[in-house]
């Protein structure tokens, strides 16, 4: 009878823990698991002495890290948009575009014609892609339906989705992303029918995990975003924002007064807002695919980030518009590159601190025991590596909840 208990070996470990010593890698680490949870970590032969009738299983040497975390993604919509890239580099922004009837609007049409079986099945091909970088957890974003029974629709698909792959998601209802066409009253009627009437429908279905919000000149206001999240607390559903991308709302300030898990882009957002991030514990997630995609010159403010110790995620954002990217190690490498970030700067911003905004930390993001044994085992010498190349196929196997995958999961 097969044992219940298996014992990883010849493993190069980066737990990615709490850093005391940044970037160490234990080189003869070995990691048990039992019911797909980490119970141990230490040297094989001593967790071998130990459990006796585990199963090992010979990792050759490779490098082991938590699985990778892609904390922002819109991942689930119908249609394409890359008309909307070829108007982009015309010369035609990205503001131009949306209230034109671009942009977000055109993929809420998209949507509106597909069933959610139909939803489940476009979102597919991005997702098997993500699990070829070594994802093992991503949240989906609702955002493209408007209406209530379109979001829930979304939703559903999201739930559904999690179980076509081995791959924890999280749901966020994208609750305030676009004012529909044609919504009689404009963004503060539909911000009261979103509080009074869509926010408590959506909590009432356990749907949803979170609740996001786009607070920006062409979305929402700062009044508007935080009477969502403040519904949203109320109704037991953490927030998000979108901050701070295309100008300064001072929307990262509002996403740490109103105690939100995280605030995204950052583009704009200024030492003030910075400051309010580290003194709530609100995590800063940087996508630096929207930055490349629209060809942005202001970077978000690294360095005072860095400073004032906030912890700094990455994510692809992966959307059809803005962010057309299903590649986490390729975010890696523009963060590096176009943001400056360090490897391990970039590493922690796919495992620990994309765990924490999540609010997930305590289940995943880490090697550690009691965590699930969520693991991506790499084919490289070096943890650089894995930032320094673009197209590279590094993933030698994912471990989900202590079950094997090969890399091409996607096309088993």
Not at 21 to 34: F, N, S, T, Y
């Amino acid at each position: 009878m097969p044992s219940d208990t298996r014992l990883y070996t010849g493993a190069r470990l980066l737990t990615m823990r709490e850093p005391r010593e940044p970037g160490r890698i234990d080189e003869h680490g070995a990691i048990l698991e039992r019911g797909g949870r980490i119970v141990a970590l230490g040297p094989a032969e001593q967790l071998l002495r130990a459990h006796p009738d585990c199963e090992p299983i010979e990792l050759a040497g490779r490098l082991v890290t938590p699985g990778l975390i892609d904390c922002h993604t819109h991942i689930l919509y119908g249609g394409e948009r890359s008309r909307e890239s070829e108007r982009r580099l015309a010369g035609e922004s990205y503001e131009v575009i949306a209230r034109a009837g671009g942009g977000i609007l055109s993929t809420v049409s998209a949507c509106a014609r597909l069933s959610e079986a139909q939803l489940c099945a476009a979102a597919l091909p991005r997702i098997d892609a993500l699990l070829a970088d070594g994802v093992t957890t991503l949240e989906i974003k609702s955002g493209y339906g408007l209406t209530l029974e379109a979001e829930l629709c979304m939703l559903r698909a999201v739930r559904a989705l999690a179980s076509l792959r081995p791959v924890s998601i999280r749901a966020t209802y994208l609750a305030a992303h676009a004012l529909p066409a044609g919504f009689l009253g404009g963004a503060e009627a539909y911000i009261e029918r979103v509080c009074g009437d869509f926010l408590p429908a959506v909590a009432a279905s356990g749907l949803a995990d979170a609740v996001d919000a786009y607070c920006e000149q062409i979305a929402f206001s700062s009044a508007q975003v935080q009477r969502v999240l403040e519904t949203a607390r109320q109704l037991g559903l953490p927030g998000k924002v979108h901050a701070d991308q295309l100008s300064n709302m001072h929307a990262a300030a509002l996403a740490a007064r109103c105690h939100a898990l995280s605030a995204d882009h950052l583009e704009f957002t200024d030492a003030a807002g910075v400051m309010a991030l580290a003194r709530a514990g609100t995590v800063a997630v940087l996508l630096p695919g929207a930055y490349y995609f629209l060809r942005q010159q202001q970077p978000p403010p690294v360095q005072l980030l860095r400073e004032a110790a906030v912890p700094i995620a990455v994510a692809t954002d992966c959307n059809p518009g803005t962010s057309p990217l299903a590649s986490l190690l390729t975010a890696m490498n523009l963060a590096a590159v176009l943001f400056g970030l360090s490897t391990m700067e970039c590493l922690a911003g796919v495992t620990r601190h994309a765990a924490r905004a999540l609010g997930v930390l305590e289940e995943c993001g880490s090697l550690e025991p009691g965590k699930w044994c969520d693991l991506a085992i790499w084919s490289v010498e070096q943890p650089a590596e894995l930032v320094h190349a673009l197209g590279m196929r590094a993933l030698h196997a994912r471990v989900w909840h202590g079950q094997w995958q090969p890399a091409a999961v996607g096309e088993r």
